[in-house]
C-alpha cells in the first residue's frame, strides 16, 4: 500500500520543514512548495528521502491566486510521475509571513499582503485543491497564539488568523459529508527565522517569552511539526474544527 501524501505549503523552511520531516518519519510522503529558495527546498527534499518517504517540491505564490491553475497543473503532473496517482491526502496551510508594525502604522499595501499571503491565498487554494483531496482526507490551517492574547504591533497579522479560525469551522461543517476533517493549529512563539529571527535571535526577546510561558521556555520546531503530525494522524480522526494552540501555556 502506497504512503498518504501531504501538501505543505512553506515547507522549505521553519515549521513547514519541521512538519514534513516529522510526517515522514510516520511514513507520509509530502509535496513542499516554496516561494522563491528552491535549493532549500530541494534540501528538504533530500532530508525526507534519507528518513525513507517521498517527496517533491513546487513552487507557489501563495498571495497569488491567478497562479493557482498552473499550480494544479504542475502538481497533477508531479503525482503522476511520481506517485502514479492524482490524489492527495493531506493539505498543511503554512506558508506565511511576518509583520511587526503598530496599528496606526500599518498601511493598507501592508495589509494587503497579510491579507493575501495569510488568508485569501489558503481560502480560494484550499478550494481549488478540494478536487485532489480523497474523501477522508485531512485540512490542516496554521493560526498563531496571537488570535488569543494580543502583543502590539501584530493587529493585521493577527486579524488574518482570527478570521482563518472562523473558517476553518465553516470548512469543516461543510467539508464533513466527505469525510474530510478540518481543524487549525495556533503555535505559540517558536525559535525560526520567522519574523526576521526575533524570538530565535534577541536574547530580551526570548526571556520575556520564556518568563511568560508557563513551560519557561520559548518554542521549539519540533514542538509544532510533532502537533503536526498528531493531527494528521488517524488518532485524531474525531478531531474536527479545533483550534489547537501549542505554546506551551503563554500568557494564561
Known sequence: MSNKIAIITGGSRGLGKNAALKLAEQGIDSILTYHSKHEEAQAVVSEIQEKGAKAAALQLDVGDTQTFPAFVARLEKVLAEHWQRDRIDFLVNNAGVGLHLPYVQTREAEFDLLMNIHLKGP??????????????????????????????????????????????????????????????????????????????????????????????????????????????????????????????????
Open 123 to 252: 481560502f480560494f487554494l484550499t478550494q481549488t485543491l478540494l478536487p485532489l483531496i480523497n474523501d477522508g482526507g485531512s485540512i490542516l490551517n496554521i493560526s498563531t497564539g496571537l488570535a488569543r492574547f494580543t502583543l502590539p504591533g501584530h493587529s493585521a497579522y493577527a486579524a488574518m488568523k482570527g478570521a482563518m479560525e472562523v473558517l476553518t469551522r465553516y470548512q469543516a461543517k461543510e467539508l464533513g459529508a466527505r469525510g474530510i476533517r478540518v481543524n487549525i493549529l495556533a503555535p505559540g512563539a517558536i525559535e525560526t527565522d520567522f519574523g526576521n529571527g526575533t524570538v530565535r535571535d534577541n536574547p530580551e526577546a526570548n526571556q520575556y517569552i520564556a518568563a511568560n510561558t508557563a513551560l519557561g521556555r520559548v518554542g521549539l520546531p519540533d514542538d509544532i511539526g510533532g502537533m503536526v503530525a498528531m493531527l494528521l494522524s488517524d488518532d485524531s480522526r474525531w478531531v474536527n474544527a479545533q483550534r489547537i494552540e501549542a505554546s506551551g501555556g503563554m500568557f494564561l
